[in-house]
């Protein structure tokens, strides 16, 4: 039977063992921020000259500047050559995921107060956004479809997609789901380089106003380092999944959702809390049964002896509360009364209500983003949405009367700060 991480809320030192298991991965690598610092120095001085060296050199190519840039008749080509059935299936997810977050979107607003002064917000898109999309291991067209749509919706007008293109491949199915969303402004580029080349721009590469998407150590670490040149959406870990169970969920299906998490690499983490100790061994038996049918099955194995764990709790008050320790990407309640058990989680990326509702499910189609954050950053981050591509500005406007009522407050308070400027200028509206 596979070694699998067992705890037991019941047991001494529950509590510290479960922070030592859970202890950061985000912690800062100074060897790998001083590797990723030099790169965008150089990105940064000089442009698409070491944009190039960078690209040949990870992504093992012998690329000119101009083979970086991805023809929108190329991306055209790729959509027009997918099997109908998976160009559907990329149709089906887009708009379903269109739908969800079309429900996001915040608009203008503005109230008269009593003293007859104009308040208001106007909410307006970001100009120029990145998209990052992962490559390597496997093909993401659906990183594209999560993270473009809700820029789209938020009225993003300039939209420049990056994509690694290991040994000169870069995904034809990647490229055809820019193509179903319109996306023509498209590089060839990944790692640290990328984030450097949308950062600070390059005489090909145009800087952007925020940078989206998960990657890899480089990827996250170099958007660590541009944070304030420009916006990003969050600094993304492994991939995460917490399932609760009561003990009556099938166990081949949660051994299966666990493996989901698990197949990503090996620093994936897949973790089960239950109520019922015969239920994990169950699961643990279907893990063990199912595993050899699975095509990445040693790196599903990896992951789970790593970074697995079986968490047994008393009750499902407990597991909430245990949730909320974890703050998992995905949580899935595969309880008999899942709404019921909703009410106490206060910490998740995405949560999944009931057996049915797998996260694989979430991941491609159902609608909402599955651009998540990680790491435990689900105490005080969020999934990625419309709002992270909106803008909002404050406004006031004051009368002659209106301004007269609240400028001796401002006064007051700007004397008491010992900023006498700041009063004058209040008094000033002051009617005299």
């Known amino acids: 039977m596979m070694e699998i991480a067992f705890l037991d809320s019941a047991e001494s030192g529950f509590s510290t063992k479960l922070e030592q298991l859970l202890a950061s991965i985000m912690e800062l690598d100074p060897e790998l921020a001083l590797q990723v610092r030099e790169i965008l120095a150089a990105i940064k001085t000089r442009g698409d000259q070491a944009l190039l060296e960078f690209t040949n050199r990870f992504d093992r190519r012998t690329a000119g500047i101009q083979d970086l840039v991805v023809r929108p008749e190329t991306a055209r080509s790729a959509l027009a050559s997918l099997p109908d059935d998976l160009r559907a299936a990329l149709q089906a997810a887009a708009d379903r995921i269109r739908n969800y977050h079309e429900h996001q979107k915040s608009d203008s607003w503005f109230y008269e107060d009593s003293e007859g002064n104009l308040l208001g917000q106007q909410v ?46 870069l995904s034809p199915v990647v490229l055809a789901a820019a193509s179903l969303l319109g996306i023509e402004s498209i590089f060839s580029i990944g790692g640290a380089q990328a984030i450097g080349a949308l950062a600070y721009g390059t005489k090909s590469v145009p800087a952007v106003d925020k940078i989206v998407g998960p990657g890899g150590r480089y990827v996250t670490e170099a958007k660590r380092q541009v944070f304030g040149i420009t916006g990003i959406d969050m600094l993304a870990g492994p991939s995460e999944v917490v399932v609760v169970s009561d003990g009556n969920s099938n166990p081949d299906w949660v051994a299966m959702d666990m493996f989901a998490q698990a197949e990503h690499d090996e620093a994936a983490r897949a973790i089960l809390i239950c109520t019922d100790q015969e239920f994990i061994g169950a699961v643990a038996a279907s893990i063990d049964r199912l595993l050899p049918e699975m095509e990445r099955a040693p790196i599903i194995r990896q992951s789970l002896v790593q970074n697995g764990l079986f968490i047994k709790v008393a009750d499902l008050q407990e597991a909430a509360d245990v949730v909320n320790r974890i703050a998992p990407e995905h949580l899935e309640l595969s309880v008999l009364d899942p709404q019921t058990l909703l009410r106490d989680i206060r910490h998740a990326g995405a949560i999944f209500l009931g057996s049915y509702a797998a996260e694989a499910l979430g991941d491609y189609c159902a609608g909402p983003n599955h651009v998540l954050p990680t790491a435990r950053s689900a105490r005080f981050s969020s999934p990625l949405g419309v709002y992270d591509f909106q803008k909002r500005s404050s406004v006031l406007m004051c009368t002659e009367d209106s301004a007269g009522r609240i400028a001796p407050v401002a006064s007051r308070l700007a004397r008491g700060e010992g900023l006498t400027a700041h009063a004058r200028a209040a008094e000033y509206r002051m009617k005299k």
């Open 124 to 169: 307006t898109p970001l100009d120029h956004v990145g998209v990052y999309v992962p490559g390597g291991r496997a093909d993401y067209p659906s990183s594209v479809l999560m993270n473009v749509i809700p820029a789209q919706v938020a009225g993003v007008q300039d939209i420049i997609m990056v994509a690694p293109a290991p040994q000169g491949n």
